[in-house]
């Protein structure tokens, strides 16, 4: 997922777009506007339906799914750390995901026994002044990057004994997941996100306000044939999952926003205008004391 600089992974190349976006957007920002961005991240993983904060450096690294009658399912006590470079989000993930349970399987020597959620927040706090006030409006933005543990099969992958309930967990989960995308692509009243911490995590990636990528990795083995027509039909039922984001923001919030782009769109015509009486009544030579105030 990180990638190396010779040949970067999709965080490597997500950080240095939002570094750039950043850097572009407050160039561009005019001199009676203050504009402020802050990018954080947090990373934690689902092992055997418990929450485990990879962020968090003490012993007890567990926290709990909580749920917000406004906002949803969230996680209380998760660690955000703020992110200042594209090399420093970089490193913060890497150490992160040292921290990531493995073990060691018939067929990987570091397979996965979690499922890692990382997700990318965006926050630009914009500052208008007007009339000696100042106007705040914030928009916030966040990314959920999901690598999903891969199903096993007891007897082809020989698990041991101490790796059984790892694999139980991870295929009950991924069984919940599946039946949540279907219930999304069929358009259905009731969706099951409590069935389990993986579905209600991504209960605001999939059926919320946003958009839904999914990459699936096939193995072109024969032995694998039956785990890549499982991946194949999650892809395509992910693919039929309609949703329509929209930026949720206060009624004050966006019309002070609609505003000042009109104030931006004003001033542009403004001084196409001024260049154009100058050049009709002065010609290319600029009279001495044009422009300036009495």
Known sequence: MTGTEENPGILRRMFEQFFEHQKTDLEETEDDVDKECLTHVCVLEVYNERIRDLLNKSVDKYVEVREHPDHGFFVKGLT???????????????????????????????????????????????????????????????????????????????????????????????????????????????IPYRDSKLTMLLRDSLGGNSKTLMMATLSPCLVNLSESIQTLRYARRTKMIKNKPKITENPRDALLKQLSQEVVILKRQLAAQDAQLF????????PSGFGTLA
């Open 80 to 190: 955000k750390k703020i992110v200042t470079n594209q090399e420093h989000g970089i490193n913060t993930l890497k150490a992160s995901l040292k921290e990531r349970t493995v073990a060691k399987t018939s067929r990987n020597d570091a397979s996965s026994r979690s499922h890692l959620i990382i997700t990318i927040s965006m926050e630009i706090s914009t500052s208008i002044k007007r009339d000696g006030k100042k106007d705040n409006v914030v928009l916030v933005s966040k990314m959920n990057l999901v690598d999903l543990a891969g199903s096993e099969c007891l007897s082809q992958d020989n698990i041991s004994q101490s790796l059984m309930k790892e694999t139980k967990n991870i295929n009950t989960s991924l069984t919940c997941l599946a039946s949540v995308i279907k219930k999304l692509a069929l358009t259905e009243t009731y």
């Open 279 to 286: 050049s009709v009544f002065f010609g290319s030579k600029k």
